[in-house]
């Protein structure tokens, strides 16, 4: 069972914007950096997006930066992730992922914990 949920995912139009949602199912992730990933049918699964545990740092993959933000509210156990200006090669499986240990590369194996995924399509 994970111990991370994802929600907000769905069909949106090309040009639409999603707000994704990641909470901690029976775990704290306060002092977690916390990670957004994406992975397209037959691809890698990538980082998205990525958050400190203050939320102080940022981290975003360069074809995301001017569109996407993320965000975390401790109080709240939750991380969001905003998109806009959605495109349909951005359709995809989102997950949200955490890791105690200050990831480098943010790379799939340096987080610990992951959720089930949403998916997002984007298409007319």
């Known amino acids: 069972q994970s111990q991370l949920a994802e929600s907000g995912g769905g069909l949106v139009q090309p040009g639409g914007s999603l707000r994704l949602s990641c909470a901690g199912s029976g775990f704290t992730l306060e002092y977690n950096t916390i990670g957004w990933f994406r992975q397209a049918p037959g691809k890698e699964r990538e980082i998205v997006a990525a958050?400190?545990?203050?939320?102080?740092?940022?981290f975003y993959i360069g074809d995301v930066r001017g569109r996407v933000t993320i965000s975390r509210d401790n109080g709240q156990n939750a991380i969001y992730l905003q998109m806009n200006k959605l495109e349909p090669w951005e359709s995809a499986v989102y997950y949200c992922?955490?890791?105690?240990?200050?990831?480098?590369?943010?790379?799939?194996?340096?987080?610990?914990?992951w959720g089930q995924g949403t998916h997002v399509t984007v298409s007319s």
């Open positions: 992922a955490a890791v105690s240990i200050p990831p480098r590369h943010h790379q799939t194996y340096e987080y610990n914990y």
């Open positions: 958050i400190d545990w203050s939320g102080s740092e940022t």
